[in-house]
């Protein structure tokens, strides 16, 4: 199934620096101004695929804003996630020894959910979110492009036991919406 791709940069502790989605028709990337636009492309990313004069003054006769490569470490997210009810902020996070992304959501006042039963129990002790389900939240969390990883990070350990890794300070995350992995390229 073709889709667009979306993505973000982050340092390894998830701060988000850019957001970048990719066009369905030349696969270029195309970075986006806010979260909310990067929340937009990527709930309706099957139904309705980005494509780049979805920008105001651009088109995919222009050269692309990003490419993938090595020097950013990359991570793909499923599609359709749904946008973040307003007020909450979903957060996915690098661990420190790059093994896995971690998703959590931040309330409105400031606490974090890790999970389905923590949102259930946050809802219905918050009459005033009686307007939001459980379903807005995805705990899916997006998936590392091993191939991207620092040469610093040790990436098949053979032995069982967990090595410390130290993080350089700053690494990119880019997360992508394309279910189709790994990401399409430029022909």
Known sequence: MKSDQLFMQASPTSVIVAFTVQCDKCYKWRKLTTEEQFEEFRCNLTDDPFVCNKLPGTT??????????????????????????????????????????DVKYM??????????????????????????????????????????????????????????????SLVDIHITGNPSYPPKKIT
């Open 60 to 101: 995919c006769e222009k050269p692309a804003d990003i490419s993938v490569d090595s020097s950013r470490v990359w991570v793909l997210d499923k599609p359709n996630i749904p946008k973040t009810p307003k007020g909450f902020k979903r957060i996915a996070s690098l661990r420190s020894d790059y093994s896995r992304m």
């Open 107 to 168: 309330t409105p006042q400031g606490d974090k959910i890790r999970t389905t039963p923590g949102i259930v129990e946050y809802l219905q002790n918050h009459p005033e979110c009686s307007h939001i389900s459980p379903s807005d939240f995805c705990y899916i969390a997006p998936k590392i492009m091993r191939e991207t990883l620092p040469k610093h990070v040790v990436k098949n350990p053979v032995s069982s036991t967990k090595k410390k890794i130290k993080v350089k």
